[in-house]
């Protein structure tokens, strides 16, 4: 069903929400509608919903994490206990496009309704509903939290001291992953229904959704499993460096992945004798010296400023980035010009936070607006008619067996893992996505190395990373560098939907393939540029990982000791953060030009997409420039809450306990029936007094206990627990394997090999891997012939002159080829 649509209002506004229960997930969904100008509705019992109570807290006691989740919407107070509270919030549900129902995770005292008799009747409703871990599995009932799904999804252990324990944030980061994924699920349920189908039931699950972030190491793992382990703060397999350090004022974050940035590096601090020594040619093999590397480099970094060395590595194209202190963040006006960091009301009280990170250009997101007060509606809140296109076809049989994104056509030019991830997301949804590459520089997935030996024995087709990122996609080669190859590629982007990259800022308007140009070609595209600082900003030209993006954010100088350095989360964080805000934004303006014809460029900062994860600090310091508070493996609200030694090498369990009856089944279970029977420790200010006390109390219990044993006595007595797993743990996980998670492929060169499925599902099983990743040129011919009509011969000249091709050429290929081009 088509709908008008008032785009001064926001590419949503003729949309209305109502999010039901208590979860960052739902919450952080439902948010992202109403950025883009949705009427959403947010059920609360009388009391509230309970995430107004979360930590950290502002000095008017409003909660810094709901300010993040919430403002925009308007909230509709309900008592469950009133005789018409079902009936009134089953009327609301029937008046709505959207539900998003967090129940599963945090009830809130919501009415019991029957969502399946309303979809019934309602056929344009789209259901999403969140859990922490799905309906079915060994894991489906247990108690959870954001640390302990972390711990369980790979995402703890490999961060921190070499000895441990693990150092993680306390909270925050599940709810924006899932929330992502779950508003992906529903937008893209919105355009098939604008294509004349009904509404979709979706289930997601947060354990999965955070899986998303572990799948590269996962794949790794099948190869190099016995080297991925924990290795030390900010020092992660495989690359060397990447990571924080000192300077003379300020600290810096370094990434090198490719010879040349290693080459380039050494140049920059004069250490020619390691530029020039064979052996540390690559990042795994650097690694296996980094205390050697780190004693002749480090002394280098403390003589000029973090600032004066970004300003030479961008000269030097090299992946480097002052990290930014909160404060740093804050006094920074690029961030609030771009909407970054927005200005936000909540109760007497006037914040700074994370905005959306989607910035599209013609429909771009609100800028701040108010948290509202239980029961407050937003004046931009208001009914509104659907309005049905003359003519649209039937939508009771639309969606049977077809896919949300079928009939839409993505030219994908990303490399790596963000743009891949976005475009992969497309695909697995039913989009035609066609991977464009050179034989001259394909993607970087496929391996940094150009040695002829490693080329001679097609090594770039055997990279399990390249495969789980590129599934369900078409593959082609073009070099773009060749008047020809820039042609065929905008004939090709002529007749697509969407284009997708991820080169630094001026790659494809350099080769005449920019948005203006583009657009000229095909007014209806969309086009998602996926630089590291965005096309705008004064550092537009930093390369970037997903490592440099996290260096950029102000994350890892909250997450610690009180008295320790900044601690980096991940190996490249940045990276699936991106794809998915990369997807989103995608779809967005796929709505709009659906809906008008109108294509529109999109101008996505992969740093500001990781910003989120700040929010809470971002907020607190904001207010009269409180200094943020470095948790460690604490929380601000759950006491106790921490990472604890089981038996075992290097065996650990994240822990956390949510209110007083919680706590007193984990007093009881370890032994400690005093504490359970002490009322003056019901709340968690008052364990907050005796905390150590109680750690070392776990500790002594757990220790005893090998860690699958451990969370199993904890999830008898509804204690949230999670083992801190290792990547390749996952491979064999009880609970990925019962939900079919991992699903098998096979594929020239690799063989039959597991793939992760992505965490939204419509039904019982997963949605179905329908090809594997194309091997480099694997479709020219059905491309070339089938969508532009080239002949045999017009394809056979291609070849010869290395246009296209289906070998990469090795870099002793590519100096005889420019040899033979200047004479």
């Given at each position: ?36 100008g949705a009427d959403v509705q947010k059920v609360e ?688 996980d009880r609970q990925l394997k019962s939900r079919e ?83």
């Amino acid at each position: 069903m088509a709908e008008k649509i008032d785009l001064a209002s926001g590419v949503l506004s003729h949309l209305r929400v109502v999010e039901i229960g208590s979860s960052a997930a739902t919450s952080y969904c439902a948010r992202l509608f109403a950025d883009f100008g949705a009427d959403v509705q947010k059920v609360e019992p009388p009391s509230g919903d309970p995430l107004r109570s979360s930590g950290p807290l502002t000095p008017g006691g409003q909660s810094a994490w709901f300010a993040f989740l919430n403002f925009n919407k308007s909230s509709i107070i309900i008592d469950a206990s009133d005789p018409g509270a079902i009936r009134r919030l089953t009327s609301l549900v029937e008046n709505c496009d959207i539900l998003i129902d967090g129940r599963d995770v945090g009830s809130a005292d919501c009415p019991l309704i029957d969502v399946a008799g309303i979809r019934k009747r309602c056929d344009y409703l789209t259901y999403l509903e969140a859990n922490w871990f799905g309906h079915d599995g060994p894991y489906a009932g247990f108690a959870a939290t954001d640390s302990t799904v972390r711990a369980l999804a790979g995402l703890i252990k490999l961060v921190g001291p070499a000895d441990g324990p693990p150092v993680y944030a306390p909270d925050f980061q599940t709810g924006i992953l899932s929330g992502l994924w779950g508003f992906i699920a529903a937008i893209s349920s919105v355009l098939a229904r604008m294509e004349g189908g009904t509404g979709r039931s979706w289930s997601l699950s947060i354990f999965e959704s955070s899986l998303t972030a572990s799948e590269y190491l996962m794949s790794e793992s099948v190869e190099h499993g016995d080297v991925i382990r924990r290795m030390g703060i900010n020092r992660f397999w495989p690359g060397f460096p990447l990571g924080i350090y000192e300077t003379k004022d300020g600290l810096l974050g370094v990434t090198t992945v490719t010879p040349a940035q290693w080459w380039a590096l050494c140049d920059m601090l004069g250490l020619s004798q390691l530029r020039d020594d064979p052996s540390f040619l690559l990042g795994k093999d650097r690694l296996l010296h980094a205390e050697q590397i780190e004693g002749q480099f480090m002394p280098r970094l403390r003589e000029r400023t973090a600032r004066q060395w970004f300003a030479e590595g961008l000269k030097r194209k090299i992946p480097v980035v002052p990290v930014p202190t909160i404060s740093d963040l804050l006094r920074d006006s690029e961030k609030r010009a771009r909407g970054a960091i927005v200005p936000v009301r909540i109760g007497k009280e006037k914040v700074l936070t994370a905005g959306s990170m989607q910035r599209l250009a013609l429909t771009p997101p609100r800028r701040g607006g108010s948290v509202p007060d239980p029961g407050e509606q937003q004046a931009v809140a208001s009914e509104r008619m659907r309005v049905a296109e003359v003519g649209s076809p039937p939508r009771t049989s639309i969606n049977t067996g077809r896919l949300p994104l079928q009939g839409t056509r993505v030219i994908d030019f990303s490399m790596g893992w963000a743009g891949p991830l976005c475009t992969r997301t497309l695909a697995d949804l039913g989009a035609e996505v066609i991977k464009i590459e050179a034989i001259q520089y394909p993607d970087w997935w496929r391996g940094v190395d150009r040695r002829p030996a490693y080329v001679e024995r097609q090594m770039y087709e055997k990279t399990l990373r390249f495969c789980i990122m590129n599934r369900n996609k078409r593959g082609i080669t073009l070099d773009l560098a060749h008047p020809r190859g820039r042609a065929l590629a905008k004939r090709l982007v002529a007749k697509a939907d969407v284009v997708v990259n991820n080169y630094s800022v001026d790659v494809l308007p350099r080769l005449g393939l920019g948005y203006d140009v583009l657009k000229a070609l095909n007014p209806r595209l969309v086009m998602l540029s996926m630089s590291a600082f965005g096309a705008n900003s004064i550092h537009r030209d930093c390369r970037a990982y997903g490592s440099t993006l996290e260096h950029g954010s102000g994350l890892p100088g909250v997450i610690g000791s009180s008295d320790g350095p900044p601690v980096m989360s991940h190996t490249a964080f940045g990276d699936p953060v991106g794809g998915l805000n990369g997807c989103a934004a995608v779809l967005l303006a796929m709505v709009h030009a659906r809906s008008t014809g109108q294509g529109q460029f999109i101008d996505l900062a992969q740093v500001e997409c990781m910003i989120p994860f700040a929010s809470p600090w971002i907020t607190m310091q904001s207010i009269g420039g409180i200094a943020p508070e470095k948790y460690g493996n604490r929380h601000p609200q759950f006491v106790p809450h921490g990472c604890f030694r089981c038996a075992g090498e290097d065996n650990w369990i994240a822990l956390a306990v949510t209110d007083a009856d919680m706590w007193h089944r984990l007093a009881s279970l370890i032994g400690r029936p005093d504490w359970a029977a002490d009322v003056s420790l019901n709340s968690a200010e008052a364990r907050r007094s005796i905390e150590k006390d109680i750690e070392i109390g776990i500790a002594a219990w757990t220790l005893t206990r090998d860690a699958d044993e451990a969370m199993s006595e904890l999830q008898a007595v509804e204690v949230a627990a999670g083992v801190a797993r290792l990547p390749i743990d996952l491979l064999n996980d009880r609970q990925l394997k019962s939900r079919e998670f991992l699903q098998e492929a096979e594929r020239a060169f690799i063989g039959v090999h597991s793939q992760p499925s992505m965490p939204i599902r419509e039904g019982a099983r997963p949605f179905r891997i329908r090809s594997a990743a194309p091997t480099l040129g694997e479709h020219n011919v059905e491309v070339l012939s089938g969508i532009l009509g080239l002949s045999q011969a017009d394809i056979a000249q291609l070849v010869n002159e290395n246009i296209i091709g289906t070998a990469m050429l090795s870099d002793v290929d590519l100096a005889r080829a420019k040899r033979g081009r200047s004479n």
